[in-house]
C-alpha cells in the first residue's frame, strides 16, 4: 500500500535555528517529491520538490535532502522565522502518462505543525 | 493557490442533507483533483477527473460520493446523505497537462451537524 511516513508530529525551533523534518516511502515507483506548506485556513502550497536523479535540491532557506537507497528525504529550513510557522507536508507521486495526458495523484505524509519562536 | 478557486468556503449540513461543492481550477488546466483532509491528518486522494471523464476514482467512498467535470463549468463533488464522518476540509487541485505541479485552492470546510 502507498504509504508516506513523516515525522515529527510537531516541532518548536528556536528563530534563526535549522527546522529539519524527515519522511521515508516504501513504493519505490513514486519518482516525484514535493514540499506543501501549509497555514491555517489555507490550502497547501507548493514550497519545493525533487526527482530521485538528484540528492539535494536548494532554494533560499529551504533544502530538500534525498537518499534514494534508504527511501527517505528531508527538508531543511535554515534560518527559521517566525513566518515559516506553519504545517508542511511531504507527498509523493507517480506520474501516469497516457494518452498524452497526465495524471498526479499526491500520497500526503500526515503533516509536521512547526512552531518557530523569536 | 494560483488561481484555484472553490466555493463555498465554508458549509454546515445536517445530517442526510446533500453537500456540493465547487471547484474551478487555474485557467487552461484540464486536470482536478479533490483531496479531503481530515483533522490532524494529512491530505486523502479522493478523485482525479479531466474534463468529462472521471481517470481515478480509487479514493472515493464506494456510497453517497460523486464527482464531476463537465464540458463547460467547475468540477463539483457531491456528497449525499452526510454524516458527521464527512466532516472535513476537501481540497480541490489542478494541473496542466504533463505538469507536475498540482495548485491547491483554499479548500470547503464542511461541517455535519
Known amino acids: 500500500q502507498q504509504q508516506v511516513k513523516q515525522s515529527p508530529q510537531s516541532l518548536i525551533v528556536q528563530k534563526g535555528g535549522i527546522s529539519i523534518i524527515n519522511c521515508a516511502y516504501e513504493n519505490t515507483a513514486f519518482d516525484y517529491f514535493p514540499w506543501y506548506q501549509q497555514f491555517p485556513g489555507k490550502g497547501p502550497a507548493l514550497l519545493i520538490a525533487i526527482r530521485p536523479d538528484v540528492s539535494e535540491k536548494k532554494e533560499g532557506r529551504f533544502t530538500i535532502s534525498f537518499n534514494k537507497s534508504a527511501k527517505q528525504f528531508s527538508l531543511h529550513i535554515m534560518d527559521s522565522q517566525p513566518g515559516d510557522s506553519a504545517t508542511y507536508f511531504c507527498?509523493?507521486?507517480?506520474?501516469?502518462?497516457?494518452?498524452?495526458?497526465?495524471?498526479?495523484?499526491?500520497?500526503f505524509g500526515k503533516g509536521t505543525k512547526l512552531s518557530v519562536i523569536p | 493557490n494560483a488561481g484555484v478557486m472553490q466555493n463555498p468556503r465554508h458549509l454546515v449540513r445536517r445530517r442526510g442533507q446533500e453537500a456540493r461543492l465547487r471547484c474551478s481550477p487555474v485557467?487552461?488546466?484540464?486536470?482536478v483533483y479533490w483531496y479531503r483532509q481530515l483533522p490532524e491528518e494529512g491530505l486523502k486522494f479522493m478523485v482525479y477527473?479531466?474534463?468529462?471523464?472521471?481517470?481515478?476514482e480509487s479514493g472515493m467512498p464506494k456510497e453517497r460520493f460523486s464527482a464531476e467535470f463537465p464540458k463547460e463549468g467547475p468540477s463539483i463533488l457531491r456528497i449525499q446523505q452526510v454524516v458527521r464522518g464527512d466532516s472535513a476540509a476537501y481540497f480541490c487541485?489542478?494541473?496542466?497537462?504533463?505538469?507536475?505541479?498540482?495548485?491547491f485552492g483554499q479548500g470547503t470546510r464542511l461541517t455535519v451537524v
Open positions: 485557467k487552461g488546466h484540464s486536470h
Open positions: 487541485a489542478s494541473s496542466g497537462v504533463r505538469d507536475t505541479e498540482a495548485f
Open positions: 477527473l479531466q474534463k468529462e471523464n472521471i481517470i481515478d
Open positions: 507527498a509523493a507521486s507517480t506520474p501516469m502518462w497516457n494518452s498524452g495526458a497526465g495524471s498526479y495523484q499526491l500520497t
